[in-house]
Each structure stands twice: as C-alpha cells, then as structure tokens.
Nanobody, 116 residues
Framework: QVQLVESGGGLVQPGGSMRLSCAAS????????YGWYRQAPGKQRELVAS???????DYVDSVKGRFTISRDDVKNMVYLQMTSLKPEDTAVYYC??????????WGQGTQVTVSS
C-alpha cells in the first residue's frame, strides 16, 4: 500500500523554525523525485521545494534561503527544514512523490500556522 505520511506541523511564532517530515512506504523510494507543496486558504497549491533522485534541490523564490529540502534514501524519508518563518508561510503542507511512468503520490497534508 502506497503511503506518504507528513508530520511536524503546528503553530510557530514568526521568526521561528519547524521541520516537516514525510515517511514514504509501498513503492521504490529512491526512484522518485520529491516535492513539498503548500496551499493557503483561498489560494492555489504551489510547489515550495523539490529534490531530484540525485539530490538536486529547487525552491520557489519566496522560500529561498529559509527552507531546505532533504531526502534519506535509507530511511525512506523526506524533510523540509523551515527557518525564519513568516505569517505568509501559513498553509497546509503536502508531500509529493513523482517518477516518469508511475502515478504520483500525495500525503494527507500537515497544517503549519505562523502566528504570534
């Protein structure tokens, strides 16, 4: 059974840090590209960060220098380290896995709220 399970969300003050985790199971982890998406109320879902099979990362401009995506191909985990959080980072964050020729997989999402 394919699963992506996010964890680590919650409430954090502006300027704070948080790490999201995504546990993957049911498919060959190392073959997939992973991304963290987010969706704020009333807005479209956007790709925040991605990491390739080889570990190459990419970020949306609004999080560059603040967020770091990483993957652990032994533990089948994907992480998003978030620092200097801003209220506009408030959203539901989703983990995504994709590979050519295979269906994409999504997690259920985890809420991140940045507020004082």
């Amino acid at each position: 059974q394919v699963q992506l399970v996010e964890s680590g969300g919650g409430l954090v003050q502006p300027g704070g840090s948080m790490r999201l985790s995504c546990a993957a199971s049911g498919f060959i982890f190392r073959r997939y590209v992973y991304g963290w998406y987010r969706q704020a109320p009333g807005k479209q879902r956007e790709l925040v960060a991605s990491i390739s099979v080889g570990g190459i990362t990419d970020y949306v401009d609004s999080v560059k220098g603040r967020f770091t995506i990483s993957r652990d191909d032994v533990k089948n985990m994907v992480y998003l380290q978030m620092t200097s959080l801003k209220p506009e980072d408030t959203a539901v964050y989703y983990c995504n896995a994709r590979a050519d020729g295979y269906s994409a997989h999504w997690g259920q999402g985890t809420q991140v709220t940045v507020s004082s």
